[in-house]
């Protein structure tokens, strides 16, 4: 499952978050990640960076607090591989991975960071109620969808959504099967990307509700811990 999440989040940094933030005069430069994301967990997952001019004296290096970096390998000038392991004291926000080279060439690339438990209550509902609550809340909300404080989680797991009865506003376990997060993302194939005015919700906010999702769409799990 979280295979999944990690290759469909790509989409995450179409958004927002990839290409190199310090593309470097050499030809240095970090285009994405797999995983496009650092999620703090005291697990050590292996990592990819895809760009351009690395070489064998290549360095990478983060700014995530307590993250670590080994094994790096440079498997072509193209691609980095390294082991990142994160403590699970990340929080949501954003970090950088940096690149450099022997020439003195840097190259940065942003990715959003998530805790290890990713809550509705904690992470989910702030977002929701910030960005959708205007719209969606009340007693005649839009599209007859609330998503108030208490309201969310009854209203959105495993209910047909309406502009695509077939497709369930969130498929627990399935950011991908998820219509709330087609429209969050503005992949959606009905109607207008949501929210419909302002600034789209960032790259950290969805990776965290695609988090949720995947994780089970728990009604605030504050208890859950993955495993």
């Known amino acids: 499952m979280r295979n999944r999440l990690i290759m469909s989040a790509f989409v995450l940094l179409a958004i927002g978050c990839s290409g190199s933030d310090d593309d470097d005069a050499t030809g240095l430069a970090l285009n994405s ?3 496009p994301y650092v999620r703090g967990n005291v697990m050590t997952e292996a990592w990819t960076v895809n760009g351009a001019g690395f070489d064998a004296s290549a360095v990478v290096s983060t700014d995530v607090a307590g993250a670590t970096i080994d094994n790096v390998i440079v498997a072509s000038p193209t691609q980095l591989r390294f082991e ?3 403590p699970n004291t990340v929080v949501a926000g954003t970090g950088q991975v940096m690149v450099t080279t022997a020439t003195g060439g840097t190259a940065t690339i942003t990715v959003p960071t998530v805790p290890e438990t990713v809550t509705l209550s904690g992470e989910v509902q702030p977002i929701l109620t910030t960005s959708c609550t205007g719209c969606h809340s009340g007693g005649a909300p839009a599209s007859g969808l609330n998503l108030s404080s208490g309201v969310t989680h ?3 797991v495993g209910v047909a959504s309406t502009g695509i009865p ?3 506003l969130i498929t627990a376990g399935d950011p991908n ?3 709330l997060i087609d429209k969050i993302e503005g992949t959606q194939t009905v109607g207008v990307r949501m929210p419909p005015s302002g600034a789209p919700l ?6 965290l509700i695609r988090v949720w999702t995947t994780d089970g769409a728990l009604d605030n799990c504050l208890s859950f811990t993955r495993g």
Do not use: K, R
Not at 202 to 207: A, R, S
């Open 33 to 35: 990640t797999v995983p």
């Open 84 to 86: 990142l392991t994160a």
């Open 154 to 156: 009854g209203a959105t």
């Open 166 to 168: 077939t497709m369930n």
């Open 177 to 179: 099967a998820s219509y």
């Open 202 to 207: 960032t790259p950290t906010q969805i990776t």
